[in-house]
């Protein structure tokens, strides 16, 4: 191999590293798999909570950019009703403590309300990563009379 020839593939192979690093700078949007939503009693997986009970929710977190906070809602199906003007039972809750984790299998319960209308509801999963990216995954879930 002659000189120049050496130089140039020096070169080529530096470009492309870096090229290479510049591709790792994008980092990926959290990835959010739903894993189970159910009784709480039972750790279920039916979709199905009861009223004044506990729903189960268990979630895969994978977050490239770190975790920085994780927001669960369930608000009934259908119309967007004001939960001031018709006292809808409406679920918002934040979490922060899976802050800087990278990964997590999101393992809560959240109470019903005794007195939330037994219907369709529909559930929220967001994830907001230490870069400012967010994402969000959702189900149906269906709240019944104990
Ligand atoms: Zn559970």
Request: aromatic share 8%; glycine share 8%; charged share 30%.
């Amino acid at each position: 191999m002659n000189k120049k020839v050496f130089l140039f593939a020096i070169t080529l192979g530096v470009t492309l590293f870096f090229a290479a690093c510049n591709d790792d700078d994008t980092i990926a949007k959290p990835e959010i798999t739903i894993l189970e939503l159910g009784e709480g009693d039972s750790h279920g997986n039916d979709h199905i909570a009861k009223v004044g009970g506990e729903l189960h929710i268990e979630v895969e977190v994978v977050a490239e950019g770190k975790i920085d906070k994780v927001q669960v809602i369930i608000h009934p199906e259908g119309e967007h009703k004001s939960i001031i003007e018709h006292g809808e039972w409406e679920l918002d809750t934040t979490y922060t403590k899976f802050s800087g984790l990278k990964n997590t299998t999101f393992h809560e319960h959240v109470d019903i309300a005794d007195w939330a209308e037994p219907g369709e509801y529909h559930f929220d999963f967001i994830v907001t990563d230490m870069e400012g990216n967010q994402s969000s995954a959702e189900s149906d879930i269906e709240i019944i009379e104990e």
